[in-house]
């Protein structure tokens, strides 16, 4: 990772360069939920190519930039209203709640929309269906995404126990008798990030810390996890905080 940055208007914007590995053909910009700019380009491009192809977004990185930046300001704290958004699986879903003693309660994904029912609008109330609701997908996802990653990786022989625990800072973390553990606010996040961290996880089960031969397991199974780690720490703020 290196750090350019390029002037708009009156202001410098700071972006990081992630290499990524050839198979991908052209630079792609993203602009992250706490504003921070990251930009993948393909192994091998040059340095004034990647800064040309900012150069020309750089309209488009300023304005989400600064929406990202008033947004965040607005998200804090939590209020578990109405048009309020929340994020699954990396998208933005906008907050529906119905107060009706007469339905069951219910959280249910429809058309974009987060329907939560409730006996009562009461922020708190919500908040706790929202909270058991994302307990019960995590579960079921990190599960299936678990079986299938421990699958392709020789030193797994079984899959290993799964254990969710709400973390404030961490994604996840693996137990000297292998049990993976996962925030439960990872499924908040994309499958591509929710992959990364189980990987991450399984190879501590190879590699019990960050050494050089760790990393080259990542690299070896997830090419371009620096960048998708990049998505996940861009995002980790709105999505810790909830
Ligand atoms: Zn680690």
């Given amino acids: ?14 972006y990081s360069i992630c290499h990524i590995p050839l198979r991908a053909e052209k630079i792609a910009i993203h602009v992250f939920p706490n504003g921070a700019i990251q930009v993948d380009a393909p192994e091998g491009s040059a340095l004034p190519e990647i800064k040309k192809a900012v ?8 304005r989400n930039v600064q ?14 209203k109405s ?35 409730c006996k ?16 019960a997908r995590a579960a079921q996802i990190f599960h299936a995404r678990l079986m299938e990653r421990a699958g392709r990786i020789s030193w797994v022989t079984e899959t290993p126990k799964l254990k969710l625990l709400t973390m404030k800072k ?11 553990i996962l925030n439960p606010h990872l499924v908040k996040a994309h ?13 501590h089960l190879k590699e019990h810390n960050h050494s050089p031969r760790f990393y080259r397991e990542l690299d070896r ?15 980790s703020e709105t999505i810790l905080v909830s």
């Fill in 1 to 14: 990772m290196s750090l350019q940055s390029f002037q708009y208007g009156s202001d410098t914007y700071e």
């Fill in 120 to 135: 009562t609008s009461e922020p708190g109330v919500v908040r706790k269906s929202m909270v058991q609701w994302y307990r």
């Fill in 221 to 235: 199974h997830m090419p371009n996890w620096r960048s998708v780690k990049g998505r996940l720490d861009g995002m």
């Fill in 191 to 203: 499958r591509e990030c929710i992959d990364y961290v189980i990987l991450h996880e399984l190879c």
């Fill in 67 to 80: 929406e990202a930046r008033e947004r965040l300001t607005h998200i804090l704290p939590r209020e578990y």
């Fill in 55 to 62: 150069l020309k977004r750089s309209r488009w990185i300023a």
């Fill in 83 to 117: 048009g309020e958004s929340h994020f699954y699986l990396g998208r933005r879903h906008v907050l529906k709640v119905h107060a009706s003693s007469d339905n069951q309660p219910s959280v249910k994904l429809l058309r974009g929309k987060l329907e939560v029912v």
């Fill in 170 to 180: 961490q994604w996840g973390s693996c137990s000297s008798s292998g049990t993976i």
